[in-house]
């Protein structure tokens, strides 16, 4: 696979990471109770860029941390099971995401567990400082794994084929490209607009996102098989 | 107020323990709703006020009451005063 072709991997699945919305929701409570409690907007951007940071650390950090794992286990080059297991879970992942992301109810809760979603709650009410709200932009990936793991899976495997200094511009586009939307709302409410114009337009658009993310999904896990496995299995036939 | 100590709140669905009714709570958090909705703080108290009273008058022939059921009933009665902060309020606990 030449460089172009695993960037455009890579950009496609963080694109699929920044559609995902659990990082967005839980920025979405936390400026609004950063806002209901009366802190002044130079506060509010502050604990809402510390969260941002957090979100973009951990998945710079998690992205590095799967991609080392998967050097240390296969080399340069994963084998091609393992790229047919990774395409396996995209399509899987794909149409869970299809038939699960959202609750079936009003609003936007989606299926992750509810212990989980009743933390990140109550940490967004309880979150005071930068540092606190840096935490939880940590911890809502870990708690985003479920879906985000996917893409991460298979743009780890193709990462580990490039050059160091690819491998590191690999994991900066996708690292800046999945907090594309996180940023877009940061800058919505730091310009003065209003969270329930946000929130309603993410409820009325979630049947969409979610069609988007899982088709995205699945479209990248075929077209992976189709580059990798396809052309492997065709090289050596020939 | 008699019913304001009368009154217990079942929380998610029993899963919390029942606390009294507190008027001041629900004071805030429609106060903080409706900050959050980019209102000034003087319309924000006063419009709290106003829908902290509805729902105490709604709750005085009423034992015992889920915390859903106030959420719904000061919803309600949000809208007509600030609809923006009224759907804020209710997405609140289905936003995760």
């Known amino acids: 696979m030449d460089i172009a072709s695993s960037l455009a991997i890579v950009t496609l699945a963080a694109l699929i990471h920044a559609s995902f919305q659990l990082s967005v929701s839980v920025l979405t409570l936390l400026s609004g109770h950063a806002i209901g409690a009366k802190h002044s907007q130079a506060r509010v951007m502050r604990l809402t860029f510390g969260y941002v940071s957090g979100v973009g650390v951990m998945t710079l950090l998690a992205l590095s941390f799967i991609s080392l794992i998967f050097l240390h286990l296969f080399g340069h080059d994963a084998p091609d099971i393992i790229w047919a297991i990774a395409c396996g879970l995209l399509v899987g992942v794909g149409l869970a995401v299809w038939f699960f992301y959202y609750r079936r109810e009003k609003g936007t809760s989606i299926w992750i567990p509810r212990s989980f979603a009743r933390h990140l709650s109550d940490r967004s009410k309880a979150t005071k400082s930068g540092t606190e709200a840096f935490s939880l932009g940590l911890t809502t990936v870990v708690s985003e794994l479920l879906f985000i793991g996917a893409p991460m899976v298979i743009s780890a495997l193709v990462l580990i084929q490039l050059p160091a200094h690819w491998q590191l511009v690999g994991i900066a586009i996708y690292s800046v490209i999945s907090l594309l939307t996180l940023f877009s709302i940061w800058v919505l409410i730091g310009s003065g607009h209003k969270l329930s114009a946000i929130q309603k337009w993410r409820e009325d658009n979630k049947g969409f996102l979610q069609f988007a993310a899982g088709g995205a999904l699945a479209v990248l896990g075929f077209f992976v098989y189709v580059c990798k496995i396809m052309t492997d299995v065709s090289g050596t036939l020939l | ?96």
């Open chain 2, 1 to 96: 107020m008699a019913h304001e100590e009368a009154t217990s709140i079942i929380k998610r669905q029993g899963q919390r323990p029942t606390e009294s009714f507190s008027r001041n709570k629900l004071h805030q958090s429609i106060v903080a709703a409706t900050l959050s909705a980019r209102a000034p703080e003087g319309q924000a108290d006063t419009i709290a006020y106003a829908v902290t009273n509805y729902v105490l008058e709604w709750l005085e022939s009423r034992p015992e009451v889920t915390s859903h059921d106030i959420r719904v009933v000061a919803t309600r009665h949000l809208r007509a005063h600030h609809p923006d902060a009224a759907y804020l309020y209710e997405q609140h606990r289905i936003t995760l």
